[in-house]
């Protein structure tokens, strides 16, 4: 025996399934990458970020308007990051050094001149001002991002010492402490 509330869900799924087809635009998928233009007045700053080895792995543009800063990350060679999510994030110093121990000591490491993960002067809770998305790299290799953020001002990333842009070996897991590529934030 067919119980009534199942002859209802087939009734209206297929009803939606015929009005949703009516929608379609049948068009073949754009391969063009949406426009992102830079807002009348933005003030822009961008990172070249290089492996320990100085390969060049990827450019990075900050743009600043309305509050906002918009960041786009774009890999300049394919196959040098893994495949997967990268996480990515801006740090307190501007210095990119291969094999370097931070300021407050501890063993050397790749990078690890450009200090601790970023925090806007005033803020103190997590996460850190400088986390930024997760950088996701096809299989072949490329990867792009563009994200935004209010967690800091053009401002903030050029006073003082600068500060630098960070692409991690992993998101998560034993890779995800590495510094796999570093390029210090400054004006075009």
């Known amino acids: 025996m067919v119980k009534p509330t199942t002859l209802v869900v087939v ?15 049948h068009q073949p998928a754009s391969t063009t990458p ?28 900050f743009e600043f308007a309305n509050g906002y800063a918009t960041v786009t990350v774009k890999t300049t060679a394919d196959g040098i990051l893994s495949p997967g999510f990268h996480g990515m994030h801006i740090h307190q110093i501007g210095k990119c050094e291969a094999n370097s121990v931070d300021l407050m000591g501890g063993p050397p490491g790749d990078f690890m001149s450009a200090g601790m993960h970023y925090q806007a002067p005033g ?16 299989k072949d290799g490329a990867g792009y991002l563009v994200t935004t953020t209010d967690s800091f001002t053009r401002d903030d990333l ?20 590495k510094r796999f590529a570093c390029g210090v934030i400054g004006t075009s």
């Open 123 to 138: 803020h103190t809770g997590e996460p850190p001002s400088g986390d930024l998305s997760s950088l996701q790299v096809r």
């Open 34 to 61: 949406a426009s992102s233009s830079v807002p009348s007045g933005a003030q822009t700053l961008s990172a070249r970020l290089h492996t320990a080895d100085g390969r060049s792995v990827a450019t990075a543009t």
């Open 11 to 25: 009734a209206v799924s297929s009803s939606a399934v015929v009005a949703l087809s009516g929608c379609s635009q």
């Open 158 to 177: 050029l006073a003082g010492s600068k500060t630098a842009l960070i692409v991690h070996g992993a998101e998560h897991g034993p890779d995800a402490e």
